[in-house]
């Protein structure tokens, strides 16, 4: 005859060691109503039964799990990796663990995702929406007043935290950081038109331009996906039909990555030839766009807003350069 399989719970705990289930609870809990010495009996008791405590059941009791939820639209390269690293980081500092997600560039999938880790007592919400998707889902979220936090895609009348970086500043630090370098025809090569940081990178690379007397040529700009794909294709296209230009800005990694091999195949090099530089990248001169930083404040305001304090509407980190040799002077 099989021997029985008891449940280790609360309860049981409770049962055995002829006490209240609060008393257990608050025990295991290390609260301090409890004695020293209930603790320790309760505890050493809990561990011989390898008791592991049922998180689900507990967030579902006290409507708190310590579980922060992040959904972001891809986890494809370093600019996601970093932002995990600060959010994780950020969470575990403060006695809460992140969980990841992706909704692979699906505005389905974001839904989903964000109604399932709601279903799961998670306390707040981390979120890298989709690219130039209906945002309908984020808008029942500010709605209902649930503590979440945008983070880099900007969409304009969600009434959500936003943490991101200067798209505009670091357009322009880019551009001026090239023509310090003797740079005049540069290339701007751009991600989709309808999403908030073109504009911004462009403002700020004609800011930069205007700013030096140099006159900003509609030709020299284009835009694409972001995608190494359309990167390759575009600075090839640049190369071919524009011979004066000497160095390719792109918004992204992807397209930087790009824009190398487009470079490469037509007999170019970098930097002797064409110089590059991208946002966030970690093989050229890039911007860094601070993302570590950007998700440990993301925490921190969520963290906020979990508390039931007021928090800014919007906070904007400010990049900077890192050389990496893939620029040259031009005399």
């Given at each position: 005859m099989r021997k029985a399989v008891v449940k280790v719970d609360?309860?049981?705990?409770?049962?055995?060691l002829r006490m209240s289930k609060s008393t257990v609870s608050k025990a295991l809990n290390d609260r301090s109503d409890v004695s020293v010495k209930t603790k320790e009996k309760v505890q050493k008791f809990a561990k011989k039964l390898n008791y592991t405590p049922d998180r689900f059941a507990r967030a579902m009791r006290i409507k708190k799990s310590n579980l922060i939820g992040v959904v972001m639209h891809e986890m494809r390269h370093e600019f996601?990796?970093?932002?995990?690293?600060?959010v994780t980081r950020a969470a575990q500092g403060n006695g809460y663990q992140a969980v990841f997600a992706s909704s692979e560039g699906s505005s389905r999938n974001e839904a989903d995702l964000i109604n399932d880790?709601?279903?799961?007592?998670?306390?707040?919400?981390?979120?890298?929406?989709?690219?130039?998707?209906?945002?309908?889902?984020?808008?029942?979220?500010?709605?209902?007043?649930?503590?979440?936090v945008i983070v880099d895609n900007y969409i304009d009348g969600i009434d959500i935290p936003f943490v991101g970086t200067d798209f505009k500043e670091g357009g322009y630090i880019a551009t001026k950081y090239l023509i310090d370098k003797g740079h005049k025809n540069i290339a701007l090569i751009l991600g989709r038109q309808e999403l908030s940081s073109t504009p911004e990178r462009l403002a700020g690379y004609s800011e930069a331009l205007n700013e030096a007397g140099i006159a900003v040529k509609e030709q020299y700009v284009k835009y694409g996906t972001y995608s190494a794909t359309s990167g390759q294709q575009l600075a090839t296209k640049v190369l071919e039909t524009?011979?004066?230009?000497?160095?390719?800005?792109?918004?992204?990694?992807?397209?930087?990555?790009?824009?190398?091999?487009?470079i490469n195949s037509t007999d170019r090099k970098i930097p002797e030839d064409i110089s590059l530089l991208d946002f966030g990248g970690a093989r050229f001169t890039?911007?860094?766009?601070?993302?570590?930083?950007?998700?440990?404040?993301?925490?921190?305001?969520?963290?906020?807003?979990?508390?039931?304090?007021?928090?800014?509407?919007?906070?904007?980190?400010k990049p900077e350069i890192i050389n990496r040799n893939s620029v040259n002077i031009i005399s």
């Open positions: 609360i309860e049981y705990i409770a049962m055995k996601f990796v970093e932002i995990a690293r600060g880790l709601i279903s799961r007592y998670i306390d707040g919400l981390i979120i890298i929406p989709c690219l130039g998707e209906n945002p309908s889902h984020l808008k029942e979220l500010a709605a209902e007043a649930r503590p979440g524009l011979p004066e230009i000497t160095a390719i800005l792109c918004a992204n990694t992807d397209l930087s990555e790009g824009a190398a091999k487009g890039a911007v860094n766009q601070k993302n570590e930083e950007i998700g440990q404040t993301a925490v921190q305001i969520l963290l906020q807003l979990i508390k039931g304090e007021k928090v800014p509407e919007k906070i904007i980190i």
